[in-house]
């Protein structure tokens, strides 16, 4: 069974950084694509970034040059990390299976508060 465990969200300035893990059990992170999502309040969850089975990492404009995706294949877990953080930031964050590749995805961990805020 499929399972995802996200954390490392908080309250942050803007401008601060934070650093988001998704710990996977029930799947191989290295032989799949990953990626990580957002919903803002109010809004519809978008991507932010996937990472590729061999490691390529790719981010969506609002994001590009502030946020690096990345994974550690010992441990099974990726990683968002967040810089130069805005207003817009705020969001809950989740990590899945990338659904352009595989498809809408049915199941959801419980997600990540990320607050952008002075």
């Known amino acids: 069974q499929v399972q995802f465990v996200e954390s490392g969200g908080g309250l942050v300035q803007p401008g601060g950084s934070l650093r988001l893990s998704c710990v996977a059990s029930?799947?191989?992170?290295?032989?799949?694509?990953m990626a990580w999502y957002r919903r803002a309040p109010g809004k519809q969850r978008e991507l932010v970034a996937f990472?590729?089975?061999?490691?390529?990492?790719n981010h969506v404009d609002r994001v590009k040059g502030r946020f690096t995706i990345s994974r550690d294949n010992d441990k099974n877990t990726m990683y968002l990390h967040m810089n130069s953080l805005k207003t817009d930031d705020t969001a809950v964050y989740s990590c899945?299976?990338?659904?352009?590749?595989?498809?809408?995805?049915?199941?959801w961990g419980q997600g990540t508060q990320v607050t952008v805020s002075s």
């Open positions: 899945n299976q990338y659904e352009a590749i595989y498809g809408k995805r049915d199941y």
């Open positions: 029930g799947i191989v992170l290295s032989r799949t694509y």
């Open positions: 990472i590729t089975p061999g490691g390529s990492a």
